[in-house]
C-alpha cells in the first residue's frame, strides 16, 4: 500500500449529516479563507462583467498611446500596442479564470471518478489503473502539458486539456484512498449486508465522504492552473491571441520591455499571483473548515 | 517486505514502459516534423528533399518499427543521435544533468532551509501574528510563478547593482564563488514555490504530531518544550515531509524549465521543451525517460522509506 | 511621439552614428591586438552551414570561419557597389560586354586544416549551389540556387583565375556574391560535416560549439591578412530570453548586440542605463510584410487585395508594433538606407501611406463593391509564428482591419509547421518577415515575387512583372535600370503582391570599448568582425 492510502488510513472524518454549509459559519472559522473566497468573488465578478468594468476594447492598438504610465487615462498604463493594461487585465480575468475553472472542474470530475472507482471496483480493475496513474503521475506536468499542447495546437481547449489531464491521477490518488478507507467502515459493511447494491453504496455512503477532499483539491489546482497556463505562455505555448489571458500579458513581448515600461510585467503578474494567493486561502479554509485531518 | 520490494520493482518497470509509449505516441501525434523544422531556416519546402531527409532519418518506417528501434537501442544504453544538432543524443545530455540536478539540488536545500524552520515556528506559534506573516510569506511563494519571480530578480540584479549572474557556466574549478553566485538566485527563485510547500507540510503534521497523546505525555513529564518540539514531534512530523520532498520533484521540473530559461542556465530542462519544439525526437523521448526514471524511482525511494519508518503501513 | 519627432530622433542618432564614426576615425587610435569579444546571440543556428541556412544566426556566429570572393568593406555603413572590396580575390573585372566576371585570386591562401586554397573551391563550391550535373557532393537545402540561375558555368582556366560565364549580362552578381550569404567552401569537406564543424580560410577558427550555450573562435594565426585579426578570440554567447539578453549586455556579460535585436525600447533604456553605451541606428534590410494568398478566393480579387492592404496604417504600424523604429518603403529598402528603394513623393500615391482616414474610407468603399458589407462581413483568419513580434504585427493588422468592418482572428502557428503551411498554400494572410541577402533588386525580386519561386508565399504570378525583373537584371546602365526597378516596385505595390508594412530600423548597441565594428544597412554581411578590437 502507497503513501497516499497511508495519508488517509485513519478513517476519514464523514461529513456530519444535516450541517449545511454556510459562509458565516465559515469566516468565522477562518477569516483567511474568507478574505480568500472574496477575492475570487470579486475577480470573478469583474471578469465576468468586463464589457461593463473595462475602460477601452482590450485588443484596440493605438500608435499615439504607446507606453503611457499608470495615470489617471490608463489606470495602469498602456503597452507597447498602446492597449490599455487595465481592461486587458479585467478581460484576461475571463480567460484565466475560465482556464483555472475548466482544468480544475475537469481534473476534479476526472480525477474523482477514477479514483472511486478503482477505490471501489476492486482488487483487479484497480490493478490496471494504478499503473496508468502512476505513468501519469511521473510525468513532470509541465512537460506533459507541453507536448500536449505542441501535438494538439495552441488553442483554449487544448490548453485546458493539456493542464487538467496530468492534475487527474493526483486527485484520483487521494479520493481513491479515501474511498477504500470508507469501504472498510462498518457502516458500509452494514449497508452491504443490508443488501445494497454497489452503486448505492458508492453514492449513497463513499462519495459524500470524498466531497471534502475533492472541493479542496479543486481548489487548490485552479491556482496551479493558472501558474501553469502562465508558464505555457512564457514558452510560447499558451492561450493564443486575441483572448489576453494574464500569462500571455506577462510573456509575449512584456519581458523584452520589462525595464522600459515595467508596469508591463508587474500587473499581469501581480494580478496573477494575487488570484493564487486567493485561491490558496480559500482552500486552506475550506481544508480547515471542512476537514481538518487532510493534508496534501 | 521483499515481496513488496519487488511487487513496487515490478510495477515501476511497468510505469515506465508505459511512459515510453505514451511520450513516443504523443510526439508522432504533434503535427509538423524536424524535416519541416530545417527547411523553416532556409524559408522554404521541397517536397523532394524533404522525402530524402524523411527517409535518411527512418522516419518513414512503421511507427511500432521505429519504437522498437528506439527502446532496442535505449535498452543497451544508445540514446541515438539528435536531428537538430548531428551528434549523439548523449553528448548533448550529458553535460546537462549535473546543471540541473545542481540547481534542483540546490532549490532543495533553500526550500527546506526556509520551509521547515519557518513551519516549526508557525506550529509552535499557532494562530499568532508571526504565524500569520509566515503562512502568508509562504503562501506567496506557491502564488507567484517562477519565471515572473526569476525576471523580477533579475531586473532587481540589473537595476540596482548593474551586476547579473555570468551567462555562461562557471565550473567549480574555474570559480567556486561565481559558480555558487550562478546557482544561488536561481535556486532562490526554484526553491521558493518548494519552501511554501514545505512550511505547509511541517506547520500541519507538526500541530497534528503536537496533539497526540504522547506529546503531552511527555510534556506532563515535565520534559521541557524545546525537547518535545524536536525530539518527538519533528521526528514524527518527519515523514509526510519526506513525502513532499520526493513528489516535489515532478513539480520542480516545471519550474526549473523556466528558471533555466530565465537565468540561461545549460541544464537539461529548458532543453527539453527547445527539442519539444524541434520535434527532435531522440532528445525529447531519451530525456523524458531520464525524467520518468528519477521520478519513478523518488517514488519507490519514498515508499520504501515510508514502510521502514511508519510501521502502520501495510505491505500488500 | 509625432511621426515627425521620431524621424528627427533618426536622423539625428543617424548623424551623430556618422559623425562618433568618422571622429573616432579623425582621431585614429591604434588598433590593439588581443582580447576576446564577448557577442550576443539569440538562438542556435540551424547549422554552421551559412550556404544552407537562410537566417542571420548563421552569419553573426559563423561568418568569421569563412571568406568570400569579394565583400562589403566592413568599414562603410552602406552597402553598395563601390563599397565592394575583394576578399578571397584579389581583383576582378567584366568582359564579353558583361557576361563574364573575371576573378584574380590571392595565392598563398590555406584552409583552416593546412590545405591550400585554389580556383578548384570556387568552381566547387557554386557547381554545389547551382547543382550541376555530374556533381557528387549535394547540399541538404539550398536556398539560394535561384541567385545563380543565370551563371552558365563557372570556369577555372588556373588555379589563381576563375570565370563566371553568363547567359546573359547580370551586373548584381557582383553584390550578390559579396552578400555575406556567399562564403566559399572547401572542396575537400563534406558539405554535410560543415553543418556541424567549420574549415574555412577566415580570420578565426572554430574552437568549440556548445548547442544552446556558446561558439567559441580562435584567432587564425595563419590568416592571409597580416596582423589580422585584432581579437584572440569570440564567444558567440547563446541568451534565448530576450529581457535577460538585455540585461546581459548592461551588466557588461556582453560587448556588443546581435544585428536585429536593437529594438529602440531596449537601446533607450540602455543608453539611459549606461550613457556611454554606443547606440548606433542603421537598417537592418528586413521588412514586415502581408502574405495575401492568391490562389484563394476573396484574395483573387484585386478590389479586396487594394481593400486590405489601404486599411493598415503604416505610420501607426511603425510607431506601435516597433516603436517607431521601421520607416515606410515598396519592395525595396527605401533611401537614404537603400539604394534602390522608393523614396517618400513616389510612395505617398501608394495605399497605406497617405491620409489615413480617407484610405481607410477608400478601403470600406472597394469592399462594399466587392460585396462585402455591414450585412456581410469578410471574414478571415491571418496566421502566424508563435513569436513575440510576428504575433504583434498580426495583432495589429487585425485591429486595423476591424476598422474597416473586416472580421479577422488570429492563427498562431508554431515554427515547426510554418513554412511547410505556407509552401502548402494553406493560409488565407500570414504576417511575416523578409530579409533580402544584399540590398539589391535581383536579390529581392527573384526569391520573392518571380512566378514560382520557393519562396514566393503568396503565390503572386505576374509574367509582366517577371518581364521586366529580367529586364532591369540585365540593364546595364544604373540609371535605366533604376526607371524599371522603380516601376517593378509600384506595380508590386499595387497589386498587392505582398504589401510591405515597414523597414525595420536596427538600433544596435556596444559598449564603447568596442572599436572596428561598423553596422551596415543590412544585417547579413557585417560579422567577419576581423577589423574588431578592444580597449578595454
Given at each position: 500500500m502507497?503513501?497516499?492510502?497511508?495519508?488517509a488510513?485513519?478513517?476519514?472524518?464523514?461529513v456530519p449529516a444535516?450541517?449545511?454549509?454556510r459562509?458565516?459559519?465559515f469566516?468565522?472559522?477562518s477569516p483567511?479563507?474568507?478574505?480568500?473566497?472574496l477575492?475570487?468573488?470579486?475577480v470573478?465578478?469583474?471578469?465576468?462583467?468586463?464589457?461593463?468594468v473595462a475602460?477601452y476594447d482590450?485588443?484596440?492598438?493605438?500608435a499615439?498611446?504607446?507606453?503611457?504610465?499608470?495615470?489617471p487615462?490608463h489606470w495602469?498604463?498602456?503597452?507597447?500596442?498602446?492597449?490599455?493594461?487595465?481592461s486587458?487585465?479585467?478581460?484576461?480575468?475571463?480567460?484565466?479564470l475560465?482556464?483555472g475553472v475548466?482544468?480544475a472542474l475537469l481534473?476534479?470530475i476526472?480525477?474523482?471518478?477514477?479514483?472511486?472507482?478503482?477505490g471501489?471496483?476492486?482488487?483487479?480493475?484497480?490493478?490496471?489503473?494504478q499503473?496508468?496513474?502512476?505513468?501519469m503521475?511521473?510525468?513532470?506536468l509541465?512537460v506533459l502539458?507541453?507536448?500536449?499542447?505542441?501535438?494538439l495546437?495552441p488553442s483554449?481547449?487544448?490548453?485546458?486539456v493539456?493542464?487538467?489531464?496530468?492534475?487527474i491521477?493526483?486527485v484520483?490518488?487521494?479520493?481513491?484512498a479515501v474511498?477504500l478507507?470508507?469501504?472498510?467502515?462498518t457502516?458500509?459493511?452494514?449497508?452491504?449486508?443490508?443488501?445494497?447494491?454497489?452503486?448505492r453504496?458508492?453514492?449513497?455512503?463513499v462519495?459524500?465522504?470524498?466531497?471534502?477532499?475533492?472541493?479542496?483539491?479543486?481548489?487548490?489546482?485552479?491556482?496551479?492552473?493558472?501558474?501553469?497556463?502562465?508558464?505555457?505562455?512564457?514558452?510560447?505555448?499558451g492561450?493564443?491571441?486575441?483572448?489576453?489571458?494574464?500569462?500571455r500579458m506577462?510573456?509575449v513581448s512584456?519581458t523584452?520591455?520589462a525595464?522600459r515600461?515595467?508596469w508591463?510585467?508587474?500587473f499581469?503578474?501581480?494580478a496573477?499571483?494575487l488570484?493564487?494567493?486567493?485561491?490558496?486561502?480559500?482552500g486552506?479554509?475550506?481544508?480547515d473548515?471542512?476537514?481538518?485531518?487532510?493534508?496534501? | 517486505?521483499?515481496?513488496f520490494?519487488?511487487?513496487?520493482?515490478?510495477l515501476?518497470?511497468v510505469?515506465?514502459v508505459?511512459?515510453?509509449?505514451?511520450?513516443?505516441v504523443?510526439?508522432r501525434?504533434?503535427?509538423?516534423s524536424?524535416?519541416d523544422?530545417l527547411?523553416s531556416?532556409?524559408?522554404?519546402?521541397?517536397?523532394?528533399?524533404?522525402?530524402?531527409?524523411?527517409?535518411?532519418?527512418?522516419l518513414d518506417?512503421?511507427i511500432?518499427?521505429?519504437y522498437i528501434?528506439?527502446?532496442?537501442?535505449l535498452?543497451?544504453?544508445?540514446?541515438?543521435?539528435?536531428y537538430?544538432?548531428?551528434?549523439?543524443?548523449a553528448r548533448?545530455?550529458g553535460?546537462?544533468?549535473?546543471v540541473?540536478?545542481e540547481?534542483?539540488v540546490?532549490?532543495?536545500?533553500v526550500a527546506?532551509l526556509v520551509?521547515?524552520?519557518t513551519?516549526?515556528?508557525?506550529?509552535t506559534r499557532?494562530n499568532?501574528?508571526?504565524?500569520y506573516?509566515?503562512?502568508i510569506?509562504?503562501?506567496?511563494?506557491l502564488?507567484?510563478?517562477a519565471?515572473?519571480?526569476?525576471?523580477?530578480?533579475?531586473?532587481?540584479?540589473?537595476?540596482v547593482?548593474g551586476w547579473?549572474p555570468p551567462?555562461l557556466?562557471?565550473?567549480v574549478?574555474?570559480?567556486?564563488?561565481?559558480?555558487?553566485?550562478?546557482?544561488l538566485?536561481?535556486?532562490l527563485?526554484v526553491?521558493?514555490?518548494?519552501a511554501?510547500?514545505?512550511?505547509?507540510m511541517?506547520r500541519?503534521?507538526?500541530?497534528?504530531v503536537?496533539?497526540?497523546d504522547y506529546?503531552?505525555?511527555?510534556r506532563?513529564?515535565?520534559l521541557a518544550?524545546?525537547?518535545?518540539?524536536?525530539?518527538?514531534?519533528?521526528?514524527?512530523?518527519?515523514?509526510?515531509?519526506?513525502?513532499v520532498?520526493?513528489?516535489?520533484?515532478a513539480?520542480l521540473?516545471g519550474?526549473?524549465?523556466?528558471?533555466?530559461?530565465?537565468?540561461?542556465?545549460?541544464?537539461v530542462a529548458?532543453?527539453l521543451v527547445d527539442?519539444?519544439?524541434?520535434?527532435?525526437y531522440?532528445?525529447?523521448?531519451?530525456?523524458?525517460?531520464?525524467?520518468?526514471?528519477?521520478?519513478?524511482?523518488?517514488?519507490?525511494?519514498?515508499?520504501?522509506?515510508?514502510a521502514?519508518?511508519?510501521?502502520?503501513?501495510?505491505y500488500t | 511621439?509625432?511621426h515627425?519627432?521620431?524621424?528627427?530622433?533618426?536622423?539625428?542618432a543617424?548623424?551623430?552614428?556618422?559623425?562618433?564614426?568618422?571622429s573616432a576615425?579623425?582621431a585614429?587610435?591604434?588598433p590593439?591586438?588581443g582580447g576576446?569579444?564577448?557577442?550576443?546571440?539569440r538562438?542556435?543556428?540551424?547549422?554552421?552551414s551559412?550556404?544552407?541556412?537562410?537566417?542571420?544566426?548563421?552569419n553573426?556566429?559563423v561568418?568569421p570561419c569563412?571568406?568570400?570572393?569579394?565583400?562589403?568593406?566592413?568599414?562603410?555603413?552602406q552597402?553598395t557597389?563601390?563599397?565592394?572590396?575583394?576578399?578571397?580575390a584579389?581583383?576582378?573585372d567584366?568582359?564579353?560586354?558583361?557576361?563574364?566576371?573575371?576573378?584574380?585570386?590571392?595565392r598563398?591562401?590555406?584552409?583552416?586544416d593546412?590545405?591550400?586554397?585554389?580556383?578548384?573551391?570556387?568552381k566547387?563550391?557554386?557547381?554545389?549551389?547551382r547543382?550541376t550535373?555530374g556533381?557528387?557532393?549535394?547540399?541538404?537545402l539550398?536556398?539560394?540556387?535561384l541567385?545563380?540561375?543565370?551563371?552558365?558555368?563557372?570556369d577555372?582556366?588556373?588555379?589563381a583565375?576563375?570565370?563566371?560565364?553568363?547567359k546573359?549580362?547580370q551586373p548584381s552578381?557582383?553584390?550578390?556574391?559579396?552578400?555575406?550569404?556567399?562564403?566559399?567552401y572547401p572542396a575537400h569537406?563534406?558539405p554535410?560535416?560543415?553543418?556541424?564543424r567549420?574549415?574555412?580560410?577566415?580570420p578565426?577558427k572554430?574552437?568549440?560549439y556548445?548547442?544552446g550555450?556558446?561558439?567559441?573562435?580562435?584567432r587564425n594565426p595563419?590568416?592571409?591578412?597580416?596582423?589580422?585579426?585584432?581579437?584572440?578570440?569570440?564567444?558567440?554567447?547563446?541568451?534565448?530570453?530576450?529581457?535577460t539578453r538585455?540585461a546581459?549586455?548592461q551588466?557588461?556579460?556582453?560587448?556588443?548586440?546581435?544585428?536585429?535585436?536593437g529594438?529602440r525600447p531596449?537601446?533607450?533604456?540602455l543608453?539611459?542605463a549606461?550613457p556611454?553605451?554606443l547606440?548606433?541606428?542603421t537598417?537592418q534590410?528586413?521588412?514586415?510584410?502581408?502574405?495575401?494568398?492568391?490562389?484563394r478566393?476573396p484574395?483573387?480579387d484585386?478590389r479586396?487585395?487594394?481593400?486590405l492592404?489601404?486599411?493598415?496604417?503604416?505610420?501607426?504600424y511603425?510607431q506601435?508594433v516597433?516603436?517607431?523604429?521601421?520607416?515606410?518603403?515598396?519592395?525595396?529598402?527605401?533611401r537614404?538606407?537603400?539604394?534602390?528603394g522608393l523614396?517618400?513623393?513616389?510612395?505617398?500615391?501608394?495605399p497605406?501611406?497617405?491620409?489615413?482616414?480617407?484610405?481607410?474610407?477608400?478601403?470600406?468603399?472597394l469592399?462594399?463593391?466587392?460585396g462585402?458589407?455591414?450585412?456581410?462581413?469578410l471574414?478571415?483568419?491571418v496566421?502566424?509564428?508563435?513569436?513575440?513580434?510576428?504575433?504583434?504585427?498580426?495583432?495589429f493588422?487585425?485591429?486595423?482591419f476591424?476598422?474597416?468592418?473586416?472580421?479577422?482572428?488570429?492563427?498562431q502557428?508554431?515554427?515547426?509547421?510554418w513554412?511547410a503551411?505556407?509552401?502548402?498554400?494553406d493560409?488565407?494572410m500570414?504576417?511575416?518577415?523578409?530579409?533580402?541577402?544584399?540590398?539589391?533588386?535581383d536579390?529581392?525580386?527573384?526569391e520573392?515575387?518571380?512566378c514560382?519561386s520557393e519562396r514566393?508565399?503568396?503565390?503572386?504570378c505576374n509574367?509582366?512583372?517577371d518581364?521586366?525583373?529580367?529586364?532591369q537584371?540585365?540593364?546595364l546602365?544604373?540609371?535605366?535600370?533604376a526607371?524599371?526597378?522603380?516601376?517593378i516596385?509600384?506595380r508590386l505595390?499595387i497589386?498587392?503582391?505582398r504589401?510591405i508594412l515597414?523597414?525595420?530600423?536596427?538600433?544596435?548597441?556596444m559598449w564603447?570599448?568596442?572599436?572596428?565594428f561598423?553596422?551596415h544597412?543590412?544585417?547579413?554581411s557585417?560579422a567577419?568582425l576581423?577589423?574588431v578590437?578592444?580597449?578595454?
Amino acid at each position: 500500500m502507497s503513501r497516499a492510502d497511508a495519508v488517509a488510513s485513519a478513517p476519514p472524518a464523514a461529513v456530519p449529516a444535516g450541517r449545511r454549509p454556510r459562509f458565516g459559519a465559515f469566516a468565522r472559522r477562518s477569516p483567511l479563507g474568507a478574505v480568500g473566497a472574496l477575492v475570487m468573488l470579486v475577480v470573478m465578478v469583474a471578469g465576468l462583467a468586463a464589457p461593463l468594468v473595462a475602460t477601452y476594447d482590450p485588443t484596440r492598438t493605438d500608435a499615439a498611446q504607446t507606453f503611457v504610465p499608470p495615470g489617471p487615462r490608463h489606470w495602469l498604463g498602456t503597452d507597447h500596442l498602446g492597449r490599455d493594461i487595465y481592461s486587458r487585465l479585467v478581460h484576461g480575468a475571463r480567460v484565466s479564470l475560465a482556464v483555472g475553472v475548466a482544468c480544475a472542474l475537469l481534473g476534479g470530475i476526472g480525477g474523482g471518478a477514477v479514483g472511486l472507482i478503482s477505490g471501489l471496483a476492486g482488487r483487479r480493475l484497480d490493478a490496471v489503473v494504478q499503473p496508468v496513474l502512476d505513468i501519469m503521475q511521473g510525468f513532470p506536468l509541465l512537460v506533459l502539458a507541453l507536448v500536449m499542447t505542441a501535438a494538439l495546437g495552441p488553442s483554449i481547449g487544448t490548453v485546458v486539456v493539456a493542464i487538467s489531464v496530468p492534475f487527474i491521477p493526483r486527485v484520483a490518488r487521494v479520493v481513491r484512498a479515501v474511498a477504500l478507507g470508507v469501504r472498510e467502515t462498518t457502516y458500509v459493511e452494514a449497508a452491504r449486508a443490508l443488501g445494497a447494491g454497489g452503486l448505492r453504496v458508492a453514492l449513497r455512503h463513499v462519495f459524500p465522504n470524498t466531497v471534502a477532499p475533492l472541493v479542496i483539491m479543486t481548489t487548490a489546482q485552479l491556482g496551479s492552473a493558472i501558474l501553469v497556463e502562465a508558464s505555457l505562455s512564457f514558452l510560447g505555448l499558451g492561450i493564443p491571441e486575441p483572448y489576453p489571458s494574464w500569462g500571455r500579458m506577462l510573456s509575449v513581448s512584456a519581458t523584452e520591455f520589462a525595464q522600459r515600461a515595467p508596469w508591463l510585467v508587474v500587473f499581469p503578474g501581480l494580478a496573477i499571483s494575487l488570484v493564487v494567493f486567493a485561491s490558496n486561502l480559500f482552500g486552506d479554509g475550506l481544508r480547515d473548515y471542512l476537514d481538518p485531518r487532510l493534508r496534501f | 517486505m521483499r515481496a513488496f520490494v519487488f511487487r513496487r520493482l515490478g510495477l515501476a518497470t511497468v510505469t515506465l514502459v508505459g511512459m515510453s509509449i505514451a511520450i513516443f505516441v504523443l510526439l508522432r501525434l504533434a503535427p509538423g516534423s524536424i524535416v519541416d523544422l530545417l527547411f523553416s531556416a532556409a524559408g522554404y519546402v521541397n517536397p523532394v528533399e524533404k522525402q530524402r531527409i524523411t527517409h535518411e532519418l527512418l522516419l518513414d518506417r512503421p511507427i511500432v518499427v521505429q519504437y522498437i528501434q528506439w527502446a532496442g537501442a535505449l535498452l543497451h544504453g544508445d540514446l541515438g543521435k539528435s536531428y537538430r544538432y548531428d551528434v549523439a543524443a548523449a553528448r548533448l545530455i550529458g553535460p546537462r544533468v549535473p546543471v540541473t540536478v545542481e540547481l534542483a539540488v540546490m532549490g532543495m536545500a533553500v526550500a527546506l532551509l526556509v520551509g521547515l524552520p519557518t513551519g516549526i515556528i508557525s506550529a509552535t506559534r499557532q494562530n499568532t501574528a508571526l504565524d500569520y506573516g509566515l503562512r502568508i510569506f509562504s503562501l506567496a511563494g506557491l502564488s507567484m510563478p517562477a519565471f515572473w519571480l526569476g525576471m523580477l530578480i533579475i531586473l532587481f540584479l540589473v537595476r540596482v547593482a548593474g551586476w547579473i549572474p555570468p551567462m555562461l557556466y562557471v565550473p567549480v574549478r574555474e570559480n567556486l564563488g561565481l559558480h555558487v553566485l550562478q546557482f544561488l538566485f536561481p535556486a532562490l527563485a526554484v526553491g521558493y514555490r518548494s519552501a511554501a510547500l514545505i512550511n505547509r507540510m511541517t506547520r500541519s503534521s507538526m500541530l497534528e504530531v503536537l496533539r497526540e497523546d504522547y506529546v503531552r505525555t511527555g510534556r506532563a513529564k515535565g520534559l521541557a518544550g524545546r525537547v518535545v518540539v524536536y525530539r518527538h514531534a519533528l521526528r514524527n512530523a518527519l515523514l509526510p515531509i519526506v513525502t513532499v520532498v520526493g513528489t516535489e520533484f515532478a513539480f520542480l521540473i516545471g519550474g526549473l524549465v523556466v528558471t533555466e530559461t530565465v537565468f540561461n542556465l545549460p541544464g537539461v530542462a529548458r532543453f527539453l521543451v527547445d527539442a519539444i519544439l524541434w520535434r527532435d525526437y531522440p532528445v525529447v523521448q531519451n530525456l523524458v525517460m531520464l525524467i520518468a526514471i528519477v521520478v519513478v524511482l523518488s517514488n519507490l525511494a519514498v515508499d520504501l522509506l515510508y514502510a521502514r519508518l511508519d510501521p502502520r503501513v501495510r505491505y500488500t | 511621439m509625432t511621426h515627425h519627432a521620431s524621424l528627427r530622433w533618426i536622423v539625428c542618432a543617424a548623424l551623430t552614428g556618422i559623425l562618433a564614426a568618422s571622429s573616432a576615425w579623425a582621431a585614429v587610435p591604434a588598433p590593439k591586438h588581443g582580447g576576446v569579444l564577448n557577442a550576443m546571440h539569440r538562438e542556435d543556428p540551424p547549422s554552421l552551414s551559412i550556404i544552407e541556412e537562410a537566417t542571420i544566426s548563421v552569419n553573426w556566429g559563423v561568418m568569421p570561419c569563412y571568406n568570400n570572393l569579394v565583400i562589403f568593406d566592413p568599414a562603410k555603413p552602406q552597402e553598395t557597389p563601390q563599397s565592394i572590396i575583394g576578399d578571397l580575390a584579389e581583383k576582378w573585372d567584366w568582359r564579353d560586354a558583361g557576361k563574364t566576371l573575371a576573378f584574380t585570386l590571392r595565392r598563398g591562401v590555406r584552409w583552416h586544416d593546412g590545405r591550400p586554397f585554389s580556383s578548384a573551391d570556387v568552381k566547387y563550391t557554386f557547381d554545389l549551389i547551382r547543382e550541376t550535373p555530374g556533381m557528387t557532393a549535394r547540399l541538404r537545402l539550398n536556398p539560394r540556387k535561384l541567385w545563380y540561375a543565370n551563371v552558365q558555368s563557372v570556369d577555372t582556366p588556373d588555379p589563381a583565375t576563375v570565370l563566371f560565364r553568363l547567359k546573359r549580362p547580370q551586373p548584381s552578381l557582383v553584390m550578390l556574391l559579396a552578400s555575406g550569404y556567399s562564403p566559399i567552401y572547401p572542396a575537400h569537406v563534406p558539405p554535410a560535416e560543415l553543418r556541424t564543424r567549420c574549415v574555412g580560410t577566415g580570420p578565426f577558427k572554430l574552437k568549440e560549439y556548445r548547442p544552446g550555450e556558446l561558439i567559441e573562435f580562435v584567432r587564425n594565426p595563419d590568416y592571409f591578412i597580416k596582423g589580422r585579426p585584432y581579437l584572440d578570440g569570440i564567444r558567440f554567447i547563446i541568451i534565448k530570453e530576450r529581457g535577460t539578453r538585455v540585461a546581459a549586455l548592461q551588466a557588461g556579460r556582453l560587448d556588443i548586440m546581435m544585428p536585429q535585436e536593437g529594438t529602440r525600447p531596449a537601446a533607450e533604456q540602455l543608453k539611459k542605463a549606461v550613457p556611454s553605451m554606443l547606440v548606433t541606428v542603421t537598417s537592418q534590410n528586413i521588412n514586415d510584410n502581408m502574405l495575401v494568398n492568391f490562389k484563394r478566393p476573396p484574395f483573387t480579387d484585386p478590389r479586396v487585395r487594394r481593400a486590405l492592404s489601404l486599411a493598415i496604417d503604416r505610420q501607426a504600424y511603425a510607431q506601435a508594433v516597433r516603436q517607431g523604429a521601421a520607416i515606410a518603403g515598396a519592395s525595396l529598402l527605401p533611401r537614404p538606407w537603400g539604394l534602390w528603394g522608393l523614396g517618400p513623393s513616389a510612395l505617398a500615391g501608394l495605399p497605406g501611406t497617405g491620409n489615413a482616414a480617407a484610405q481607410k474610407t477608400e478601403a470600406r468603399r472597394l469592399l462594399a463593391e466587392a460585396g462585402f458589407g455591414p450585412g456581410k462581413s469578410l471574414r478571415l483568419v491571418v496566421s502566424t509564428r508563435a513569436i513575440a513580434l510576428y504575433v504583434d504585427m498580426a495583432t495589429f493588422v487585425i485591429d486595423q482591419f476591424k476598422q474597416i468592418g473586416v472580421d479577422a482572428t488570429l492563427e498562431q502557428v508554431e515554427s515547426a509547421q510554418w513554412y511547410a503551411k505556407l509552401t502548402r498554400g494553406d493560409y488565407q494572410m500570414g504576417a511575416n518577415l523578409t530579409g533580402i541577402g544584399a540590398d539589391d533588386p535581383d536579390a529581392a525580386f527573384y526569391e520573392n515575387y518571380a512566378c514560382g519561386s520557393e519562396r514566393n508565399y503568396s503565390q503572386y504570378c505576374n509574367p509582366e512583372v517577371d518581364r521586366l525583373i529580367d529586364a532591369q537584371s540585365q540593364e546595364l546602365n544604373p540609371q535605366k535600370r533604376a526607371v524599371i526597378v522603380a516601376d517593378i516596385q509600384r506595380r508590386l505595390e499595387i497589386d498587392g503582391a505582398r504589401p510591405i508594412l515597414g523597414w525595420d530600423l536596427d538600433y544596435f548597441a556596444m559598449w564603447p570599448y568596442v572599436h572596428g565594428f561598423v553596422p551596415h544597412n543590412s544585417v547579413y554581411s557585417e560579422a567577419r568582425l576581423q577589423d574588431v578590437w578592444l580597449s578595454r
